[in-house]
Structures are given as structure tokens and as C-alpha cells.
């Protein structure tokens, strides 16, 4: 019985000490990256850096004399509008900077007025409103 088991017990562990040297080798080699471009390699490296941007602000509406059509409207909506900014930056230092695009940012940069005046071009071209003189 006990000659079955060293039968079995020898070659396996003989394969798996194989095996462990092999993978030792294996992780010694470094890939052949000459056929890789400087930009390709940029790119796989600052991608961990890369990051969405949302910038958004909701104005909440209240009419308090409007149209049926407004009112359709609003009740699409939630009495609401989104405007805001999205895409792409890439942070630039260990402490958090990110560099983007202005108009990813611009509506954070407006005040209360500014943006309100923003949703207020939002919804004043919706199809409900072109639909009445104003």
C-alpha cells in the first residue's frame, strides 16, 4: 500500500517543484515592448490617473401663472433642470490636483443668477416653449 502512494506521492511533487521553478523563470523575463510607441506606453501608464468629471447644478421651478403647455412640461420634468458639464481629466500630483477642460467646469465657476439664467435658456428652448408667444 504504502509503495502506491510514494508511486503516486514522488512524480507529483517532483512536477510541482518543476512547476515553482518554471514560474520563477517565467517571472524573470521582461516582454519584448521595443515595438510599442512612447505614446502607448504613456497611455498605459497614466491610465490609472485618468478620471469623469460631473459638474451639474439642479434648478428647482415654480410658476406661478404659465401656460398648459408649461405645465406639461413641468410635469415631465419634476419642475426641474439639470445643466451641468461632464468629461475627462488626469490628476497631475500626489496631493490631488486634476487638469480638465474649462467647460467641464464652467457652471461650478457661475453664481446662483448665472445659473439660473442657464436653466432658464434651457427650458425657454424646449418645444413647449417655442409652442406659445412669450
Known amino acids: 500500500m504504502m509503495k502506491k502512494r510514494a508511486m503516486i506521492a514522488i512524480p507529483v511533487s517532483v512536477l510541482l517543484v518543476a512547476l515553482m521553478a518554471c514560474s520563477f ?16 506606453k504613456l497611455a498605459e501608464y497614466s491610465k490609472p490617473a485618468v478620471v469623469r468629471i460631473v459638474d451639474y447644478a ?11 403647455n408649461v405645465s406639461d412640461y413641468l410635469k415631465q420634468t419634476g419642475s426641474k433642470t439639470i445643466i451641468g458639464g461632464a468629461g475627462s481629466g488626469a490628476i497631475i ?5 486634476i487638469v480638465t477642460n474649462a467647460h467641464v467646469v464652467e457652471f461650478s465657476k ?13 427650458i425657454n428652448g424646449s418645444r413647449y416653449f417655442r409652442s406659445f408667444p412669450s
Do not use: C, R
Not at 439642479?58 to 398648459?68: C, M, Q, R, S
Not at 500630483?93 to 490636483?97: A, I, K, L, T, V
Open 110 to 122: 457661475m453664481d446662483d443668477q448665472q445659473i439660473a439664467n442657464a436653466a432658464f435658456e434651457q
Open 25 to 40: 523563470f517565467l517571472l524573470s523575463i521582461k516582454p519584448d515592448t521595443s515595438h510599442i510607441s512612447k505614446a502607448q
Open 58 to 68: 439642479v434648478v428647482e421651478w415654480e410658476f406661478l401663472d404659465y401656460n398648459p
Open 93 to 97: 500630483s500626489s496631493n490631488g490636483y
